[in-house]
């Protein structure tokens, strides 16, 4: 374990997590999550160890993200050095041209955010040796962090596969199973124009050995990918979309929020992000997965049971407590299908699912704008006479 | 116009971007979409120039991106500076806060590539003084790169908006419609967990007055967005994805691969991703857009005839030379759906559209290994020996 600083002036490390919103908060834009309903406690990330294996251009990238959302701890492995031929992907500088990937990012790393506990480790997992590291290094539990989270015999609560190779991917898979690990791996194809991200939870999911790994077709002539001594292409906008989804479903599982993606592809020639969900195959050439998957099956009952439990509780709760009380002034939410219904037909058509209008047509709001009032969100189906006067009602009763 | 570098050790300049494969060429990777037939002539790159509005979470890593890629000439606007707060996104780090967004960004992004021209704008274009300025920018052409790509009045190839502003993106429409410039927008949701982009030709699709704007729906209640006071949530993951599908799609446009997306949400919360095309408003409000409309219905006729001319073209190149001799030999490509059809069922199940599989079966893969055979793609209704012989006679004839 290596801590390495560039020597350039640093913010002071931060106590406690604040919501304060001035600007001097480097996390008042993360506790913002909490009062807009999105995470209910963000500040639990300070409490995760996360490791990320390969910090080529989606690891490195994964790791600022992690690192800007305050994590607690950060793992990192890798064997190369930082070259000019990487400068095409985000993250490292010229200057570090020369260091370890893993010094390299750990400076860098420490500057952007001094509270991020730091692991370097300059190995090769696919070695005997480098892999014994590797292991015991997932176990080791850091006394400084509140532990509990972690129940299994793991020491970090996910790991990232972020490498660019299949033999570094089963021995990431080997790992895992062996200490019943979830983790996520990443790909970006050798054309640079797709990838993808899949989670892999031992013996509730298809682990990598189960079944051959998917990639995006590009729709390019696969023939022209094959061919030896051709050197991979990259690109940063492919890999940076990668990590963003990455960490983005890192988060989502780490923090409990929104639904963490089983399998999201990215074909960045036509935009198109298949998605899909892979079980275990019970005939699996790896044994540590076979085993999973029989805890797995035997703990099927006590999991049932739970999520009985726990659907009672949160019904029994909902008849005690109603979310809102009855709506007896019959005040009711505007339906933006009724907006601008009059000459924009042309224009804004007939809307796909999951998008809504943030804001009223143009005219509405030059018109609202030029009499000086504030109802932009007011249509002709809505009164907002007769609201407020049905608000004042409430107020006096 | 202002220039600055941090004083640490860069790259020297490169004269001409060169696709050889060694550690110290920058390009490398790049120049391999060459080769890899994505790209016809990814040189190009260096004669666009690309402006940036706004360098906050989108358009700070926006600008990282095309300078990594080696863009001709970046032009940057923005009117604030570097704050703590800023640091959970990706970019600025914490020994530029005070410094304005422009100059940090132009110190940062000349020490990654000295290669690109960088114009930095501190001003703010939504006053009378700064919009002049922003037009006047727009209008001039750079007299040290080939400007023959930009035919318009223009002096740029992509105008970009990564403001976080309704009124912001009302100038940039303004300015693009004036000066018949294509543009991409861009935006992340108050909650941080969703965004979109949108691809903007005057006259061709619907400018941003045409109709009202389109968000993302996140499925939170809306109520707790619009509270007042209430400061918005970011994260370093929507921002780095929305600017990834961004730049992604401006390379599309520039280099002229793949599909531009006309709207592509982002959905985090579900990794949902709707599109959606929009056509102009014949009664929009912004009277450029209605100029821009008419004169693009006026060329219809001269559009058709070209396109036409162009079809027939390539039809005739395809009757001269087919890209396929006939296949008398009846060699097949081998259909993946036909993979792992013995005992992977439970795994493997139907594939979406888009996916095929990387590598054969983790035990055939294995199975290879062992007997040292190099036939990973071989599986049982694929016969090696007899195309080798069929190969063979095609060889010999």
Same mark, same amino acid.
């Given at each position: 374990?290596?801590?390495? /600083?560039? !020597?350039?002036?640093?913010?002071?490390?931060?106590?406690? *997590?604040?919501?304060?919103?001035?600007? /001097?908060?480097?996390?008042?834009?993360? &506790?913002?999550?909490?009062?807009? !309903?999105?995470?209910?406690?963000?500040? =639990?990330?300070? $409490?995760? /160890?996360?490791?990320?294996?390969?910090?080529?251009?989606?690891?490195?990238?994964?790791?600022? &993200?992690?690192? =800007?959302? !305050?994590?607690? =701890?950060?793992? @990192?492995?890798?064997?190369?050095?930082?070259?000019?031929?990487?400068?095409? =992907?985000?993250?490292?500088?010229?200057?570090?041209?020369? &260091?370890?990937?893993? $010094?390299?990012?750990?400076?860098t790393l420490t500057d952007i955010n001094p509270d991020v506990i730091l692991e370097s480790y300059s190995l090769n997992i696919t070695t005997v040796k480098g892999y014994e590291v590797f292991l015991e290094s997932l176990k080791r539990k850091n006394s400084k962090q509140d532990r509990q989270s972690s129940a299994g015999t793991a020491g970090v609560d996910l790991v990232l596969s972020c490498v660019d190779n299949y033999e570094a991917r089963m021995v990431v898979n080997q790992a895992c199973n062996e200490l019943k690990q979830t983790w996520m791996e990443s790909g970006v194809s050798e054309d640079a124009v797709s990838g993808h991200i899949q989670l892999l939870i031992p013996g509730e999911t298809a682990c990598f050995a189960c079944a051959p790994p998917l990639v995006v077709a590009s729709g390019i002539d696969e023939r022209t990918l094959k061919r030896e001594g051709v050197c991979a292409a990259s @690109?940063?906008?492919?890999? !940076?979309?990668?990590?963003?989804?990455?960490?983005?479903?890192?988060?989502?599982?780490?923090?409990?929020?929104?639904?963490?993606?089983?399998?999201?592809?990215?074909?960045? @020639?036509?935009?198109?992000?298949? /998605?899909?969900? &892979? +079980?275990?195959?019970?005939?699996?050439?790896?044994?540590?997965?076979?085993e999973r998957q029989k805890e797995y099956?035997?703990?099927?009952?006590? +999991?049932?049971? @739970?999520?009985?439990?726990? *659907?009672?509780?949160?019904?029994?709760?909902?008849?005690?407590?109603p979310l809102h009380v009855d709506n007896e002034w019959n005040i009711s939410v505007v339906d933006d299908s009724e907006e601008g219904t009059s000459n924009h037909i042309e224009a804004s058509g007939t809307l796909p699912d999951g998008l809504t209008r943030e804001l009223p047509t143009a005219d509405k709001y030059e018109e609202a704008l030029a009499t000086g009032g504030t109802n932009l969100v007011a249509n002709d189906d809505f009164d907002l006479v007769e609201l407020q006067r049905q608000l004042d009602a409430l107020n006096a009763s």
């Open positions: 374990m290596r801590l390495a /600083s560039s !020597g350039t002036s640093r913010r002071s490390k931060v106590k406690d *997590m604040s919501a304060e919103v001035v600007d /001097s908060n480097p996390y008042s834009r993360l &506790m913002a999550l909490q009062r807009m !309903g999105i995470v209910e406690n963000y500040e =639990r990330i300070r $409490d995760f /160890s996360v490791a990320i294996v390969g910090i080529g251009g989606v690891g490195s990238v994964a790791a600022e &993200m992690l690192t =800007r959302c !305050g994590i607690g =701890r950060l793992l @990192l492995y890798d064997y190369d050095t930082v070259e000019l031929a990487n400068m095409n =992907r985000l993250f490292f500088r010229p200057d570090q041209v020369g &260091m370890m990937k893993t $010094d390299a990012a750990a400076q @690109l940063p906008t492919t890999m !940076g979309v990668v990590a963003g989804l990455l960490i983005q479903n890192a988060l989502k599982f780490l923090l409990k929020f929104g639904q963490v993606s089983p399998y999201l592809g990215y074909n960045s @020639l036509k935009d198109y992000f298949p /998605s899909m969900e &892979m +079980r275990p195959n019970p005939q699996c050439s790896n044994s540590a997965c076979l099956l035997q703990a099927k009952p006590a +999991r049932d049971a @739970l999520a009985k439990e726990k *659907m009672e509780a949160e019904a029994s709760l909902r008849s005690e407590c």
